[in-house]
């Protein structure tokens, strides 16, 4: 049994994702319907990335993973990409390399047969999801091809004494996940003290924690991602803190040679 993923930017109450699963059931009635996540952000291929990225490896083999995020374009491109035994299925909008970290093992650019290109994500995603779970083989549905748009995720910039960094992701508890991975922050502390700073001087952290139990107030920890995410216990850390996608995250390192009143031009 095929399992299909729904990942898109439609609202709650937007007909479009009902007219996408009266489609599966109709032209794939075995396979397994997944709403994988819905309300990314209008257009933006960054969050659909990152929640993609880091959670696809979490279904079985084979699964056909639908993104319908900026599928209308006006040189209407479509994939269908083989990578890490799964299927991706999206426009050739950059998404894909935020996803990959190599090349695809097989990919393909979609042979359009409909002229209903104001929602491709019925006309055209959805109809290449649909075959691919009725056991048509990749290659079928277009061209093979090597060539994709790649979008790059924004990365933290750093020197001797600071790690600059973003706010990647806010989830429903308002905890934030900064884009400050642990293999680059140990390398960058080398045992040093530092200070996490949010969005301003004025509030910081200055351990990082192994459970959110241990927070009494403003915390961090390296969550299941192995990056820094930010917490407060039992709050809502984004809200109190003015915190959003992008907000600025600062660690600085300090030893013998440098005090914590050179931090006027971080911000």
């Not at 994988?36 to 933006?44: I, K, L, M």
């Amino acid at each position: 049994m095929s399992v299909i993923t729904l990942i898109t930017d439609w609202a709650e109450g937007d007909f479009y994702l009902g007219v996408i699963k009266g489609f599966f059931q109709k032209k794939a009635p075995k396979a397994t319907i997944i709403d994988f996540f819905h309300y990314v952000p209008n257009y933006s291929i960054v969050m659909a990335g990152f929640i993609l990225k880091n959670n696809y490896k979490h279904f079985p083999p084979d699964s056909i993973h639908l993104i319908g995020i900026k599928s209308v374009q006006e040189k209407n491109s479509y994939l269908a990409a083989r990578y890490d035994n799964q299927y991706f299925i999206c426009a050739d909008n950059g998404l894909l390399g935020l996803v990959f970290e190599r090349s695809p093992e097989k990919l393909v650019k979609i042979k359009q047969t409909s002229d209903l290109l104001n929602f491709p994500e019925l006309s055209i995603l959805a109809e290449a999801a649909a075959k691919l779970a009725n056991g048509i083989a990749i290659e079928e549905l277009g061209e093979l091809s090597s060539n994709f748009v790649k979008a790059h995720a924004m990365q933290p910039s750093y020197d001797e004494k600071t790690i600059k960094g973003k706010v990647l992701y806010v989830d429903s508890y308002g905890n934030v996940i900064t884009n400050i991975d642990k293999e680059l922050f140990e390398k960058q502390r080398n045992g040093r003290r530092f200070e996490i700073l949010l969005h301003s001087m004025r509030n910081k952290v200055e351990k990082i924690s192994n459970h959110y139990y241990e927070f009494t107030d403003l915390g961090a920890i390296f969550n299941s991602l192995g990056l820094i995410e930010i917490a407060m216990n039992e709050a809502d850390v984004a809200k109190l803190l003015s915190l959003d996608k992008n907000s600025s995250i600062i660690v600085k390192f300090y030893d013998n040679t440098n005090s914590k009143n050179d931090l006027s031009t971080l911000f």
